[in-house]
């Protein structure tokens, strides 16, 4: 498993990292316990969460319940230092968590310790925010995105107020770095000037949504990426699973994402059949696992510190594991570079 530095911070994450967002809804506590350890035996060293997660569905119940499946895991092997444990604070606006309230100095110790708690640890990796409280363009809100209505001062402002926060998490010894989730480039680039201004802990990561399918991150943000070594921790690389074919057809195999969620927040357009047809078609003509060819192909990019996956069972686990091992050659990446110019932006 290769291994890519995670920002500027010295540590070092498997360039695949486990996704966690089905286990206590979709998945099991014993089923998440045995993808943490099959990720483990394979090489990856990093485990993606949230204090909001499970999804698939949402909902106040269950809310929660991943950090305490990977909690439970930690207190039944042991092997909390095997693992570069990332989480997220959400941002605001989602009613079940602390009724919408937004990240801030108000409100990050008490995340902080509700999800230290549930994973049952005394310390976090990379503490990532969810999403920024001033909105984001991602989920298919760059179709509309209009950021006139917001006051810049406050913004700054409120960043300033978080790092602070953030600053005092990194100093009681809670969290060891920050990252982002869901972020723009100019926000991004507010974010590490106010830490280079002693703000506060400069941000190691960003993670937003890139596959074959939504590739918004190609241009400001893959140059933000690379000059200022702030990884992309690329979510949705299948494109909630679209990147099988197991959807092609309109077919909906029964227990999948699209039984839960039938449009897969925004994913299922006209365009975005032909789109996948393109590239499971690049893939059976060179002899690819249109998967492995899916999971390899953002792991190649430039700018990609690790590809958070999921899976929901052991086969699908093993499968994606196993691109690991894949390197597309040229030929493939040209093919690649074609079908997104025949099918861009499908979602
Ligand atoms: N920061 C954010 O806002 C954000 C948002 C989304 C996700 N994430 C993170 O990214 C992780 C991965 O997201 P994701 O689950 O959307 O990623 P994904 O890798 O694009 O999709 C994974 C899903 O595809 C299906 N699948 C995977 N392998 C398959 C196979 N071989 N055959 C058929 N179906 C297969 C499974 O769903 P089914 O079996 O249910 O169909 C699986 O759960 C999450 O767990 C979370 O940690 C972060």
Known sequence: MKMNPLGR???????LCLGSMTWGTQNSEAEGHAQIDRALDAGVNFIDTAEMYPVNPKSAETQGRTEEVIGSWFARTGRRDDVILATKISG?????VRDGAPISPATIR???EG???RLRTDHIDLYQ???PNRGSYMFRQNWTYDPSGQNTARVLADMEDTLGALEREVERGTIRHVGLSNESAWGTAQWLRLAEAGRGPRMASLQNEYSLLCRLYDTDLAELSVHEDVGLLAFSPLAAGLLTGKYQGGAVPPGSRMTYVADLGGRVTKRMPDAVQAYLDIAARHGLDPVQMALAWVAQRPFTASVIFGATSPAQLDLALGAADVTLPDEVLRDIDAAHRAHPMPY
Request: neutral net charge; aromatic residues 10%.
């Open 9 to 15: 911070t010295g540590l070092r994450v498997s360039e």
């Open 92 to 96: 605001e606006g989602y009613q079940v």
């Open 110 to 112: 008490a995340a902080v």
């Open 115 to 117: 999800s230290l708690k």
């Open 129 to 131: 925010l969810h999403w």
